[in-house]
């Protein structure tokens, strides 16, 4: 009888795994659009980002939407696609906990790079009218974490849809709802209330949006507009913009543990 491998020694190979589908499915063209959307952003983006309230409200808006599309599209397919191969090697020993942690590795890695990107662009277009500093690190390392949560837990939202969906079709037919709820819930387009409101706490782009306008506000000039609105969550403080990090992080980890729990059904397939 062979070895049996553990789930460590399983999480190395299926990230060698996620590496080769990268390059062999040409699966780096993700940055490729990462960098398009951010750039078609920044052409719309008003040139008063980071010094009008109402400007610098919807340009942050827009650059977390991109984010979310960004973080949604890295995996929304991975893992349903495979489900027939997850299938039949975890009744051969495949930990779901090693499968589900070598798409986090790598999808941590890509975001990471994706969020780059995004930050370069955003730097670059807004760089005669950014705030003088950042509110826990020099600027340019706040908005790169918030970036980078904002994508890594909307791509841990999207291993979610794939470990609960059985294939690509329901994957990409479930996609847009999800982005719709994004929108909706961001705050920006309606004013929420209610339960709509509270539905609104789980979403990354609630907390994206705010942890951005919370380093936007470092700029006193904002505030001085007549449409101003205080929101508790926008506060320009060091302690806020850590709270905002620490809630998407664990939404992320929700989204994880779900979607470990939802795969590690998948021998009840009826397929």
Not at 83 to 91: D, L, Q
Request: aromatic share 8%; glycine share 6%.
């Amino acid at each position: 009888m062979g070895r049996r491998i553990g789930r460590l020694e399983q999480t190395g190979i299926y990230v060698g795994k996620c590496w080769r589908l990268f390059i062999n499915e040409k699966q780096w063209k993700n940055l490729i659009s990462t960098l398009i959307i951010t750039v078609l952003i920044s052409f719309v983006t008003s040139e008063k980002t980071f010094e009008d309230y109402v400007q610098t409200k919807n340009s942050c808006f827009a650059i977390v939407c991109a984010c979310i599309w960004v973080g949604i599209f890295n995996s929304i397919q991975s893992i349903c696609r495979e489900r027939s191969i997850i299938k039949r090697e975890h009744r051969t020993g495949l930990h779901i906990s090693s499968y589900i942690g070598a798409h986090v590795i790598f999808e941590a890695a890509l975001g990471a790079v994706e969020a780059l990107i995004v930050l370069v662009i955003v730097l670059i277009k807004n760089k005669s009218h950014l705030p003088e500093s950042g509110l826990i690190f020099p600027l340019a390392v706040d908005m790169y974490i918030t970036l980078y949560l904002t994508i890594f837990a909307s791509d841990m939202m999207a291993i979610l849809v794939s470990c609960v969906v059985k294939d690509s079709t329901s994957a990409m037919t479930v996609m847009p709802f999800v982005l719709i709820v994004q929108l909706i819930m961001a705050g920006v387009v309606f004013e929420l209330e209610g339960v709509a409101d509270k539905i609104s706490n789980v979403t990354v782009s609630k907390w994206g949006l705010n942890g951005l306008m919370s380093i936007a506000l470092t700029n006193d000039d904002i505030r001085m507009n007549p449409l101003f609105k205080e929101n508790d969550w926008q506060k320009a403080e060091a302690g806020n913009l850590f709270r905002i990090w620490l809630i998407m992080a664990v939404i992320s980890l929700i989204c994880i543990a779900l979607g470990t729990l939802a795969l590690s059904f998948v021998d009840h397939d009826k397929r």
